[in-house]
């Protein structure tokens, strides 16, 4: 066949004679091939023909396995796809624009009401900025002219914007006109993917440059990090790891070698700790053991533990925690899985959600209770339909308890009943930490980390806090699983856990590698499948195809994509490894494990072409199979970890008898007497009349429980504003005017640039509802901010609603005489909060009905 699109079902074809449907040489063929048995019926001559077509066969599939890397282009050639989009598809894809044309608006418009964009968004500003290289725009033209050298690191990781916009700044540069291009990176080391990163740019612009500037290629070879027999042995192993053959489109980078700076180390180097079966206890286990011997044998040595995922440490980090060794973990261990926070959520859900059964069972269970399981289910299994609050409060159901049952549930549900009340009453988070430290929270953490965290959730909470009530349940668990718990605070830097990712950049005397058999997450299918691919010859490929319909046949062009884009990632793969091997200064050690053949036990299956171990396996497999040979008797995923699998975890809870600690006796100050010239507390309302004096009060209550502006008009709704004002006693005939009055001044804010700006997210060490105490003049003063916070000038602001109206026509004057009004009172709250804050305070005066503005400083 020849060499068009149209010639490829020919190619299909042959290559279903020459390869099995699992794409490896087939060695034998049939009469399903097209190869029927020689018939002692036909003439001897065709007899003949028959068997040796066979043997021609044979030979040339022979001669063909021969021949380096035919195999991987026979495969890659089996799976081309169809060079057209059928009806179909080409249907999907035209919706599909429309719809990403709508999304991107969208998105913008997001952009524009969040004050934010994103990495992309920034890059295609500054090309949109730069304009296209055939109409350079006058900024454009001003940084050419500018723009003398550029010094560009890591540049391995550099995407398909980034290098456009190289290309553009540099459009117009020539040899020898005194500026200079420095470009930074090892190929070896790109493993950024997730970011759009492409290497095969690195070898193009090593190749072909940018425009008419190709920089010189300086290469450095010597390591002066490893220890000789570390450098040797990645020398030995990465060529059997790596690519033979470098390809720009396919982002394949060959290896290169180094040479050792340093002399050999005693001892070895590098070692293989094979596994038979996933037993991620016994895994956990011997990577303490390492640590712990790398720790007694060098104590000043930093030691670092370095995995694909995050998920990979978490049975390591419990396991550390056991042998009481201390480490740093940033963003490594998710905050939901701390206990401290497991509790305080399950005691958000049953505070806030009295029907909540699980979460009343987790509370029950929590340390500062600490029922055992027979009480639990004495206590429940009379009656499921009733909340477990009713089953607490019935005093038949908690009779049946045991003693110590019985007085951990009464002192509890005393406790409760104290505090339930204040639900809605309060903020969300006053209501939920002021109930946790009544039951003794704080008592049952471990360390001053678990104290922190759970600030860290209580911040959270405040943000989800609206009127005092939590709307979205999932939101906040959606929230709580996005943060990571923060690094133990009394913890050095000779033991750390990170990613590898994190760990590119940085040098470890010892480095552990573990979970090397494990398999990330797989990926869910995409709506739109989609490729860049740059050339070597210029310019980029663009591939798209569509997600198939549902039960239709799989999508040629998408699968096509899909394994290309597979196969990038098994490149990437590779130079993950060698990011985490040439981490270590003197010691190595690769821990992974594979399953064995259920048919024949004696084997071992070949690790997942997803898994770490994978590329590695040419370089290892003798290991694991002397592993096998000399443990045959021990059964298969057991072993040096039975006996931590053995052991029972205790119930940790407080003692029955527990008391909070005794408050210490108050600090008596004496107040002399108010001075006839002293400023009495300003009364807002007491000028107004009721509505006033609610429709206020219902203002400062729905600002109070707003953390950031996008937030408010969902806050204000209609039944949501009538039961605020109905608490506050406002008359039924009046409602729905004041409903309305309150909806056009939130309204106004969310319109007003001062509202937007006061209401922002964006400031630092945000607090709404202030409380401030404090000595002025001899006299202690209790005070409380309507909003404070922190700009980005490091300028304290204090800012106070005044939800009074003005219906007259000199509006200035108005808003002059109510700023003489509340001077005194603001200054007093600047005077205190200087007490505890240096920094410049200005103080604000916000009118949303007006709208209106008054500002100044305390020295003004």
């Not at 077509?53 to 380096?68: D, N, Y």
């Not at 055992?372 to 308890?401: F, G």
């Amino acid at each position: 066949p020849g060499t068009e699109a149209d010639d490829l079902p020919a190619w299909h074809r042959i290559l279903g004679l020459l390869l099995t449907n699992k794409d490896d040489w087939r060695k034998t063929v049939t009469i399903r091939n097209g190869f029927p048995k020689a018939d002692k019926k036909e003439p001897e001559d065709v007899q003949e023909l028959r068997k040796s077509m066979k043997a021609r066969h044979g030979e040339l599939v022979k001669k063909l396995s021969s021949v380096p890397g035919l195999l991987d282009a026979m495969r890659f050639s089996r799976i081309l796809p169809k060079p057209v989009y059928d009806e179909g598809q080409w249907q999907i894809l035209t919706s599909l624009f429309e719809l990403l044309r709508l999304s991107v608006a969208q998105l913008h418009l997001v952009f524009r009401e969040t004050g934010q964009v994103d990495h992309t968004a920034m890059m295609q500003g500054a090309l949109q900025a730069l304009g296209p290289p055939d109409n350079p725009t006058d900024l454009a033209l001003s940084l050419d002219y500018r723009i003398q050298h550029l010094l560009i690191d890591e540049f391995q990781d550099t995407s398909l914007s980034q290098y456009e916009l190289i290309e553009r700044l540099t459009a117009g540069w020539q040899p020898g006109d005194g500026r200079s291009l420095f470009l930074v990176g090892d190929p070896m080391q790109s493993i950024y993917r997730f970011r759009e990163a492409e290497v095969g740019l690195f070898l193009k612009a090593m190749d072909r440059g940018f425009n008419d500037i190709k920089p010189e290629a300086l290469t450095l070879r010597v390591n002066f990090r490893s220890q000789q027999h570390i450098v040797d042995w990645v020398n030995q192993a990465f060529p059997r790891i790596m690519p033979q053959q470098q390809d720009i489109a396919n982002g394949a980078i060959a290896f290169s070698a180094a040479t050792a700076f340093h002399d050999a180390g005693e001892g070895e180097a590098v070692t293989v700790h094979p596994f038979i079966g996933n037993n991620k206890e016994a895994e956990a286990h011997r990577v303490i053991a390492l640590i712990q011997q790398s720790l007694q044998q060098n104590p000043d040595d930093k030691v670092a533990v370095l995995v694909r995922s995050r998920s990979h440490l978490s049975q390591i980090a419990v396991q550390l925690k056991q042998a009481n060794l201390r480490f740093q973990a940033l963003e490594i261990e998710p905050l939901s899985h701390r206990p401290v926070i497991q509790d305080l959520l399950a005691l958000t859900f049953a505070l806030t959600q009295m029907a909540d059964r699980v979460a009343w069972f987790s509370i029950l269970r929590a340390p500062w209770c600490g029922l055992v399981l027979d009480d639990l289910y004495l206590l429940a299994s009379r009656d499921h339909n009733k909340t477990i609050w009713s089953c607490i409060n019935d005093e038949q159901s908690v009779a049946k308890l045991g003693t110590d049952g019985q007085k951990r549930l009464i002192k509890i549900r005393d406790i409760l009943r104290q505090w339930l009340p204040c639900h809605r009453r309060t903020g969300l988070r006053s209501f939920i930490e002021g109930s946790w430290i009544a039951l003794g929270g704080p008592a049952c953490l471990d360390n001053e980390t678990d104290l922190e965290d759970a600030q860290v959730f209580f911040k959270l909470l405040a943000q989800h806090d609206q009127c005092g009530a939590l709307v979205d349940r999932k939101q906040l668990t959606e929230d709580v699983n996005r943060l990571f718990a923060l690094a133990d605070v009394n913890a050095d830097d000779r033991l750390q856990l990170m990613t590898i990712h994190k760990a590119k950049g940085l040098e470890f005397d010892t480095v552990i590698v573990p979970g090397l058999g494990k398999i990330p997450r797989s990926q869910e299918g995409r709506l739109l499948m989609w490729m860049e691919r740059p050339q070597a010859q210029g310019g980029n490929d663009l591939m798209l195809a569509p997600i198939r319909e549902y039960g239709a046949e799989h999508d040629s062009v998408y699968n096509f994509l899909k394994v290309l884009d597979q196969q990038k990632d098994r490149f990437e793969s590779t130079r993950l490894l060698y990011v985490a091997a040439t981490r270590a200064r003197t010691r190595l050690h690769l821990l992974g494990h594979v399953e064995q053949e259920k048919k024949n036990t004696k084997d071992i299956r070949m690790p997942d072409q997803r898994s770490l171990l994978y590329p590695l396996w040419p370089v290892v497999e003798d290991h694991f199979r002397q592993y096998l040979l000399e443990n045959e008797t021990e059964t298969r995923g057991h072993g040096e970890a039975g006996e931590n699998q053995d052991q029972q975890k205790r119930l940790q809870r407080l003692p029955v008898d527990w008391q909070p600690p005794a408050v210490t006796d108050p600090v008596m100050i004496n107040n002399p007497e108010p001075r006839d010239t002293e400023l009495p507390d300003v009364i807002e309302y007491s000028w107004a009349g009721q509505t006033a004096r609610c429709i206020g009060s219902a203002v400062h209550r729905l600002l109070q429980h707003c953390q950031k502006i996008e937030a408010l008009q969902s806050m204000a709704t209609e039944k949501l504003v009538q039961r605020i004002l109905l608490r506050m006693g406002m008359p039924r005939n009046e409602l729905n005017k004041a409903v309305v009055k309150i909806q056009a001044m939130i309204e106004a804010i969310r319109k007003d640039d001062r509202g937007r700006w006061i209401l922002s997210d964006n400031h630092f060490e945000i607090d709404n509802e202030y409380a401030l105490s404090g000595l002025i003049d001899g006299r202690v003063i209790n005070v409380i901010l309507d909003r404070t916070f922190v700009d980005s000038d490091d300028i304290r602001w204090i800012i106070d609603y005044k939800t009074g109206t003005h219906s007259g026509t000199r509006v200035d004057e108005f808003l002059d005489r109510e700023q003489e009004r509340y001077r005194l009172q603001l200054e007093r709250y600047a005077s205190l909060m200087r007490q505890i804050d240096d920094r410049p305070i200005r103080m604000g005066l916000y009118f949303p009905s007006v709208p209106g503005w008054r500002e100044w400083g305390l020295s003004d």
